[in-house]
Structures are given as C-alpha cells and as structure tokens.
C-alpha cells in the first residue's frame, strides 16, 4: 500500500503507520514544512513530495497525481484520505 498524503489532518491521522516505515508515501508540497519533510527523510521514511498541491475534489487535481504514484508504485494499492465535508 502506498499511502497519500494531501492535508496535515490526513498525515496527523496516519501519522503512526507513516513512521513505521512499512508503507511508502507521497505528500503533497502543502503538508509539512521543509524541516519536517527532512526529519522524515532522516529518519528512513521512503517519503516523495510532489511539487504542487492537490485539491481531492479536483479530478484532474487526483488523475494527475494518481498517475505519477501509479507510474512509480505500479500494481498497489493507494490510500487517500478524501474531506467528506461538502
């Protein structure tokens, strides 16, 4: 499973299963400050950011960021936390 992570309530949510390394994840570049995305790296998380946002109610927001973590973690399964506030 590859974990994605679009907002800092999904990765406070996840945050557990993030550090214990067993899952590679993906974050959007609004999530954690650059400080925070280099202590995870330090600390072994197999993290990736992509370079823009993501809004999870977007389509082509989701298509384009689905395609780049399919391209690279071929034939898992991808988790994402979507807002059901609206």
Same mark, same amino acid.
């Given at each position: 499973?590859?974990?994605?992570?679009?907002?800092?309530?999904?990765?406070?949510?996840?945050?557990?299963l993030i550090?214990?390394? +067993?899952?590679?994840?993906?974050?959007? &570049?609004?999530?954690? %400050?650059?400080? $925070?995305?280099?202590?995870?790296?330090?600390?072994? !998380?197999?993290?990736?950011?992509?370079?823009?946002?993501?809004?999870? +109610?977007?389509?082509?927001?989701?298509? &384009?960021?689905?395609? %780049?973590?399919? $391209?690279?973690?071929?034939?898992?399964?991808?988790? !994402?936390?979507?807002?059901?506030?609206?």
């Amino acid at each position: 499973m590859v974990i994605f992570i679009t907002s800092k309530s999904a990765y406070s949510e996840m945050k557990s299963l993030i550090l214990s390394k +067993e899952h590679p994840i993906w974050l959007t &570049c609004n999530v954690l %400050t650059d400080e $925070e995305y280099e202590a995870l790296w330090k600390s072994g !998380v197999n993290a990736s950011v992509l370079d823009y946002e993501v809004d999870t +109610e977007n389509k082509d927001d989701m298509d &384009c960021a689905m395609s %780049t973590i399919k $391209e690279h973690h071929f034939g898992q399964n991808i988790w !994402v936390q979507i807002n059901n506030e609206s």
